[in-house]
């Protein structure tokens, strides 16, 4: 068997490692704290490395479009709907507890919110298997237009327009429902991540070593100088945009490109976190909750405690290591549905 390699499965821990502790430190208010905006400053591009690993592995994106869409409809939007549920069973179940101390609800809850922002009161971010879901959607349909040929010029042409598109979105306040309006990035550094898995193939190594360690430099350098954030969650621009989105490449190109090629050994905690990433995405904020509410109902705030922050962090990732084989084990929970065997090929009568 071809030995695995580590360099996605590491930064995919990063990446889930970064999500947790920033939802942790929101919990306990220091969110705004320098120290953490720094890190976040550096940190930016992780949600965008999601969309760019998926179209890096991605085969294919063409085939039977019911088929297609059914089959991610399993592996992204049941567990979405599943570990919605579930975060709102868990925020639902504090509520009269909360009304009975506090005389209203620690967290407003508002109607349109699921429509609004695809998210669910309890696990706020699964709105990234919907956005997920429909950036893979996007990308089916705009291999099967073959309006211009050949067809890489075509989806070229439309996918320079995707990140304009996003700007447009943000700058008209996002008006799409459901937090859509970051698919047209999602879709742009999917096919940013194909085209980088082919160009990896077709140089040395030595020239992908070189090139990857010269865009690390230079992203180093232009985010001191020329500093941009784009925030996937709400789709939104901070700082200078166009640095946003051009040190977002240059950053995921050379750091994926550097660790796949030097290559990287395996990090013990990092890389399985990194393995079982959709475990512990979907379980740990109603892990959280669940810590969060019931100190509330006791009338013990974690807020500003970084006693509690310490605890948290441990008490979840613990938990949700726990947790990965008993939710990878359901499909409805992980979205690990078994595919379908092709058929045999029949031999026409005496010609076994």
């Known amino acids: 068997m071809k030995e695995r390699n580590h360099a996605f499965d590491f930064l995919c821990g990063i990446c889930i490692l970064r999500m947790i502790t920033l939802h942790t430190i929101t919990f306990c208010g220091h969110q705004n704290d320098a120290w953490w905006k720094e890190i976040m400053g550096w940190s930016f591009f992780f949600m965008c490395f999601f969309f760019f690993k998926a179209g890096y592995f991605n085969k294919t994106v063409s085939g039977n479009s019911k088929e297609y869409i059914k089959d991610k409809a399993k592996r992204l939007l049941t567990p979405y709907v599943t570990w919605g549920t579930i975060g709102f ?17 620690v967290e407003p809850m508002s109607w349109d919110h699921l429509w609004r922002t695809s998210s669910f009161w309890g696990n706020e971010p699964v709105w990234f298997l919907f956005s997920f879901f429909s950036a893979y959607v996007l990308v089916h349909f705009m291999k099967k237009i073959q309006i211009v040929k ?22 008209h306040d996002n008006p799409i429902w459901l937090s859509l309006n970051n698919v047209f990035m999602g879709a742009f550094f999917f096919y940013l991540g194909r085209g980088w898995h082919f160009f990896l193939e077709h140089i040395e190594r030595k020239y992908t070593l070189i090139l990857s360690s010269f865009l690390v430099v230079a992203f180093i350098v232009s985010n001191f100088l020329w500093h941009g954030e784009y925030v996937m969650a709400t789709n939104r621009f901070e700082g200078e945009p166009l640095a946003a989105f051009v040190n977002t490449i240059v950053i995921l190109l050379g750091l994926s490109g550097l660790l796949l090629k030097l290559p990287l050994k395996r990090v013990p905690v990092i890389n399985y976190i990194g393995q ?17 509410f019931t100190h509330i109902c006791f009338g013990r705030s974690i807020y500003g405690r970084w006693d509690d922050f310490i605890i948290l962090l441990v008490f979840v990732l613990c938990i949700c290591t726990w947790l990965v084989p008993y939710v990878e084990a ?10 379908k065997a092709a058929p045999t090929p029949t031999l026409p009568e005496g010609k076994e």
Not at 89 to 105: G, W
Not at 153 to 167: A, E, K, R
């Open 150 to 171: 050949p067809i890489s010029v075509f989806q070229t042409v439309v996918l320079s327009t995707f990140p304009f598109v996003s700007y447009w979105l943000w700058k």
């Open 276 to 292: 079982h990433s959709m475990v512990y995405f979907v379980c740990h904020y109603p892990i959280l909750q669940f810590y969060r």
């Open 330 to 339: 359901n499909p409805y929970l992980s979205g690990r549905f078994k595919k």
């Open 89 to 105: 069973v868990v925020y639902a179940f504090y509520l009269p507890f909360e009304i009975d101390r506090y005389h209203n609800p």
